[in-house]
C-alpha cells in the first residue's frame, strides 16, 4: 500500500510533484494553469449537473453516495455478437426416382429413428430390374456350375476331406503299430499303475461310505475321516505320479532336442530350423527314409525317432498323470462331503446304493489290476501283426485318396472358368444397381430427428424432376429440435479473443428473455464481408436442459427466494458459474449469499430467475443475443467501478475505517465488466469502500456523461474517465 498522507477526513497518495507551479512568480504558465484547471471543473460541473437533469427519470432522485464491502468474488469479461439457431443436424430428402408416390409414413413434426421408411413410390419398372436383375445372376451362375460339372465346390470339398481322413488314419496306426512293437513305455505303466491307484482309492471310499451306513453318527464321521485321509493319500500319490511324469517329460523333450541338433542340418526336416517337440508326421517319413537308406546320416536319425516316440510316451504319462489327479481331487471332494454327510442316518436305498458301489469298486479294481499285468507283458506277435497290417492297408487308402483328390481339382479349362466368373460378378453388379434403384424410390431417415418439412401426399408424382417437385427444395426434411446449435458472426476485432471450449450465454427475446448457456465447438477462419463489415463464423452448441429467466432492469432487488434459487442451481451444476456471475452483475445479492441486499452500484434492481427444464425452447430460426465469456478473473477483491477513483496515473479507492475516518487507498485494478471492477492489490476483503455519489448515479442508470459512466468514460460498459467514472476493461 502506497503512503498516504492527511488531508482533513481524506488522505491523499504521497506523490511527487513540483511544488513551484503554484509559487508566485516562479513559473510562467501558474496563471493560466490555475485558469484552464478552474474552467475544466467548471464546465465539468455543469456538464454534469445538465446531463444528471436531462437524463434522470422525472421524480427520481440521484442516488446519494454508498459505502459497501469488498468482497471476494468473480469479474466476467465477455464479448457480444448475434447468433441464429440451427439444428445440429438437418437433412433435405428426395425420391432419387420418378413415380408416384404410394405411401407417405409420417405426419409433420413426427419423431422418427434411423432407418425408419418415410415414404416409398409406387415403382413397378424398377421391381421388374430387380427381378430381371435376379435371373440374369441365376443363369450366370448355372452356366459356371456346367463348366465345373465334376469339378464343383463340393466335389472338391469332399475329396479334400477324404484325402485327410486317409492321411490321420495313415498316421495313427503306424503310431499305434511302432508302439506295440516298442513295447510298454514307462509312461504306460505307470499310467496303468495311476488307473490301480484310483480303482483303490475308488474301493476305499465306497466301503467307507457303506461303513458308515452300519455305524452311528460318530462312528460314521470317523470312517468318513479314514476315507478322506485315505482320499487325500491318493490324491498325494496322484500328485506324486504327475510330477514324476512332468519330470520324465522333460528329461524326454530335452534327449529329443538334442537329437534333433545332432541330426541337423537337413534341408528336408522343419526342426532343423527352430527345434520342435514332438517331431511332425512328414518329418518322421524324413527320418525313416534316412533310416533306411543307410546313409550316414541313418544312426541319428534313429536316434530322432526314438527319442520322438519315448517324448510322445512320456507325454500321454504326463496328461494320464494330470487326469489321475483330477480323479483324486474329485475323491477328495466326495470324501469331504461324506465327511459332512455321515451325521445323518442312512435310508434303505442308501445302504443298497453303497453295496453296489463296493461292488462296482472291486470289480474295478480287478479290472485295474488285470490292465496293468497286460501293459506289463506287453504285445502278443499276433497283435503286433494286425496292428502292421492296419498299417499297410491305411497306406494304400492315403495313396488312392491321394488320387481321387488330384483328379477332382483336374476339373474344366482354367481361361473358360475364369470368364465365366466374370460373367457371374457383372450380373452382381447389375443386380446390386438395380437394388439401389429400388432404394431410390424410398426416403429412409438417416438419423433420429423431427419431420420439419413434408411437401408430398399420396397419389401425387415426385422424384426425378417432376412437376410436383420443381418448386419444392425437397420432398421432405429432417431436422433435430432437441439438439441445436447457434451460428455466430463474430467481428474481426473479437476473433482473437474466442477460442474453441469457451462458454457463454444466449438471449432469446422471443422467449421472454430466457437465457440458456453456449460452448463454443467451432470457429472459421474464412472471412465473410457485408457492407464493409468483416466477420468470421462460428459455431455455439446450447445446453437445453438449463434455462435462466432474467426480468428487465427496475424490477427491484433480488428477494432471499430468488438469490437461493441462483445459489441453489449454481451449485447443482444447471447453472454455469460465468451465468451466475452475469446475473448477479445486473444487480440482486450475490449468487450464493440467501440473502436479500441492496443493488451495487450501477444497477437498478435484479433478475428474475428460473432455473430446469424450461417450458418453451429455441426453435431453428430464432435470433438470439449472444455473450462470449473471453476472460475470468475468479477469487478476486471486488469493488463497485464506481468506487475506483483516479487521479493522474494513479487509481485509488476511498475506504472508511472502523473509526470512521476516511482514507484514500492505492489500488492496482484489473478486470471490469462495467459494473463491478477486480482489485489485485491495496485492498482487503471486508474494507468498507466509498462509492461517490456521482459514481452511484452514472452506474444507476448504465451511462455517466460519457459512455462508461463517467466523463470521457473509456471502452463501453468499462468507464475510465478522470471525473467519477469507474476504471475501463
Same mark, same amino acid.
Given at each position: 500500500m502506497?503512503?498516504?498522507?492527511?488531508?482533513?477526513?481524506?488522505?491523499? /497518495?504521497?506523490?511527487?510533484?513540483?511544488?513551484?507551479?503554484?509559487?508566485?512568480?516562479?513559473? /510562467?504558465?501558474?496563471?493560466?494553469?490555475?485558469a484552464a484547471a478552474v474552467a475544466v471543473i467548471v464546465v465539468a460541473a455543469a456538464s454534469l449537473a445538465a446531463w444528471n437533469w436531462l437524463f434522470r427519470d422525472d421524480g427520481e432522485a440521484a442516488i446519494a453516495e454508498q459505502i459497501v464491502a469488498a468482497t471476494l468474488g468473480t469479474v466476467t469479461d465477455s464479448i457480444e455478437t448475434s447468433g441464429t439457431v440451427a439444428s445440429q443436424s438437418e437433412t433435405s430428402l428426395s425420391f432419387g426416382a420418378s413415380g408416384k408416390v404410394e405411401s407417405v409414413n409420417v405426419t409433420l413434426g413426427q419423431q422418427v429413428k434411423a432407418g425408419d421408411v418415410l415414404a416409398s413410390l409406387d415403382a413397378p419398372d424398377l421391381e421388374d430390374a430387380v427381378r430381371r436383375a435376379e435371373i440374369?445372376?441365376?443363369?450366370?451362375?448355372?452356366?459356371?456350375?456346367?463348366?465345373?460339372?465334376?469339378?464343383?465346390?463340393?466335389?472338391?470339398?469332399?475329396?479334400?476331406?477324404?484325402?485327410?481322413r486317409a492321411l490321420a488314419t495313415y498316421e495313427t496306426t503306424v503310431q499305434d503299430s511302432e508302439d506295440l512293437r516298442d513295447g510298454p513305455t514307462s509312461a504306460d505303466i505307470a499310467a496303468a499303475q495311476q488307473k490301480v491307484v484310483d480303482a483303490d482309492a475308488a474301493l476305499a471310499k465306497a466301503q467307507a461310505a457303506r461303513q458308515a451306513l452300519d455305524t452311528q453318527a460318530e462312528d460314521a464321521v470317523d470312517a468318513?475321516?479314514?476315507a478322506l485321509e485315505k482320499a487325500e493319500t491318493a490324491l498325494d500319490r496322484a500328485d506324486q505320479a504327475d510330477d514324476d511324469a512332468a519330470d520324465a517329460l522333460a528329461v524326454a523333450e530335452a534327449q529329443l532336442e538334442g537329437a534333433e541338433a545332432a541330426y541337423c542340418p537337413d534341408p528336408e526336416v522343419s526342426f532343423c530350423g527352430p527345434s520342435s517337440t514332438p517331431v511332425s508326421a512328414p518329418d518322421q517319413a524324413t527320418l525313416r527314409t534316412a533310416v533306411s537308406s543307410a546313409g550316414p546320416k541313418a544312426a541319428l536319425a534313429s536316434d530322432v525317432l526314438d527319442a520322438n516316440t519315448t517324448h510322445q510316451q512320456r507325454l500321454t504319462a504326463k496328461s494320464a498323470a494330470a487326469d489321475a489327479v483330477d480323479a483324486a481331487e474329485d475323491a477328495l471332494d466326495d470324501a469331504e462331503q461324506a465327511?459332512?454327510?455321515?451325521?445323518e442316518g442312512p435310508t434303505a436305498a442308501e445302504i443298497k446304493s453303497a453295496d453296489a458301489a463296493v461292488s462296482a469298486a472291486r470289480l474295478g479294481l480287478a479290472q485295474a489290476n488285470d490292465d496293468l499285468a497286460d501293459v506289463k507283458d506287453g504285445a502278443s506277435p499276433e497283435e503286433i501283426r494286425a496292428a502292421e497290417l492296419d498299417a499297410a492297408s491305411a497306406s494304400a487308402s492315403l495313396l488312392s485318396a491321394e488320387a481321387n483328390r488330384d483328379e477332382a481339382y483336374a476339373g474344366a479349362d482354367a481361361d473358360d472358368v475364369t470368364n465365366q466368373r466374370n460373367q457371374v460378378e457383372l450380373a452382381q453388379m447389375s443386380l446390386e444397381e438395380a437394388l439401389r434403384g429400388m432404394e431410390d424410390a424410398q426416403l429412409i431417415a438417416p438419423f433420429d430427428g423431427t419431420v420439419a418439412e413434408l411437401n408430398i401426399k399420396a397419389g401425387h408424382d415426385a422424384g426425378g424432376g417432376s412437376a410436383a417437385t420443381a418448386e419444392t427444395a425437397a420432398d421432405i426434411v429432417l431436422n433435430t429440435p432437441d439438439a441445436l446449435r447457434i451460428d455466430l458472426a463474430i467481428s474481426e476485432e473479437d476473433l482473437a479473443s474466442v477460442e474453441v471450449g469457451q462458454t457463454g450465454t444466449a438471449t432469446f427475446d422471443q422467449l421472454d428473455g430466457a437465457v440458456y448457456p453456449i460452448t463454443i465447438e467451432e470457429i472459421g477462419s474464412s472471412p465473410t464481408t457485408t457492407q464493409g463489415v468483416v466477420t468470421y463464423?462460428?459455431?455455439?452448441?446450447i445446453d437445453l436442459t438449463a434455462q435462466v429467466i432474467v426480468a428487465p432492469r427496475g424490477t427491484g432487488a433480488l428477494t432471499g427466494d430468488r438469490a437461493s434459487a441462483i445459489a441453489t442451481a449454481q451449485a447443482s451444476g444447471g447453472l454455469p458459474d460465468d451465468v451466475a456471475t452475469a446475473i448477479a452483475g445486473r444487480g440482486g445479492s450475490a449468487p450464493g449469499t440467501g440473502a436479500p441486499s441492496s443493488p451495487p452500484s450501477g444497477t437498478a434492481g435484479g433478475p428474475v430467475v428460473a432455473t430446469g427444464e424450461p417450458s418453451a425452447r429455441p426453435a431453428p430460426g430464432m435470433s438470439a443475443t449472444v455473450a462470449i465469456t473471453v476472460e475470468v478473473a475468479a477469487d478476486v477483491i471486488v469493488v463497485p467501478a464506481g468506487a475506483v477513483q483516479q487521479e493522474g496515473p494513479q487509481q485509488f479507492v476511498e475506504v472508511v475505517g472502523d473509526d470512521g475516518v476516511r482514507e484514500r487507498v492505492a489500488v492496482q485494478t484489473g478486470l471490469?465488466?462495467?459494473?463491478?471492477?477486480?482489485?489485485?492489490?491495496?485492498?482487503?476483503?471486508?474494507?468498507?469502500?466509498?462509492?461517490?455519489?456521482?459514481?452511484?448515479?452514472?452506474?444507476?442508470?448504465?451511462?455517466?456523461?460519457? /459512455?462508461?459512466?463517467?466523463?470521457q468514460g473509456g471502452s463501453a460498459g468499462g468507464g475510465g474517465g478522470t471525473f467519477f467514472g469507474g476504471p475501463g476493461d
Open positions: 502506497s503512503e498516504t498522507i492527511a488531508t482533513g477526513e481524506a488522505r491523499l /497518495p504521497a506523490t511527487e510533484f513540483d511544488e513551484s507551479w503554484f509559487e508566485q512568480g516562479t513559473n /510562467p504558465w501558474r496563471g493560466r494553469g490555475i440374369s445372376l441365376i443363369s450366370a451362375q448355372l452356366q459356371l456350375n456346367d463348366l465345373l460339372e465334376g469339378a464343383d465346390t463340393a466335389a472338391l470339398a469332399s475329396a479334400d476331406e477324404g484325402y485327410q468318513a475321516e479314514v465327511v459332512n454327510d455321515a451325521g463464423e462460428a459455431v455455439g452448441s471490469s465488466d462495467g459494473t463491478r471492477t477486480a482489485i489485485l492489490s491495496g485492498l482487503e476483503e471486508g474494507r468498507q469502500v466509498v462509492v461517490p455519489a456521482a459514481a452511484a448515479t452514472a452506474n444507476t442508470t448504465g451511462t455517466g456523461a460519457f /459512455p462508461g459512466g463517467g466523463f
